[in-house]
Nanobody, 118 residues
């Protein structure tokens, strides 16, 4: 059973940066598509970014050019570098893993809070 644990959230001022980390409990994440989602207060959870096993990436339009998803399969880690943060990026961010390349996630982390002040 794959378990995912996020870290790195916190409070940051607008235009600042944060890097979120996601630690996986197994050593075979190389075959998964790893993704980040977020849920803002009062809103539905939404897709943010993902990186497939073949390192193809995909981003939501709202974060394109500001966020970068990366992975280190040797360390069982996934990262989300967030630059030029905006107050509307405030949300709980979730790490997720999908067993199919562009399918819905099969595994979810507990989430980490990111708050961007204006």
């Amino acid at each position: 059973q794959l378990q995912l644990v996020e870290s790195g959230g916190g409070l940051v001022q607008a235009v600042g940066s944060l890097r979120l980390s996601c630690a996986a409990s197994i050593s075979t994440i190389g075959s998964y598509t790893m993704a980040w989602f977020r849920r803002a207060p009062g809103k539905e959870r939404e897709f943010v970014a993902r990186r497939s096993w073949s390192h193809t990436t995909d981003y939501a339009n709202s974060v394109k050019g500001r966020f970068t998803v990366s992975r280190d399969n040797a360390k069982n880690m996934v990262y989300l570098q967030m630059n030029s943060l905006k107050p509307e990026d405030t949300a709980v961010y979730y790490c997720a893993a999908a067993t199919t390349t562009w399918g819905s996630p099969d595994y979810w982390g507990q989430g980490t809070q990111v708050t961007v002040s204006s």
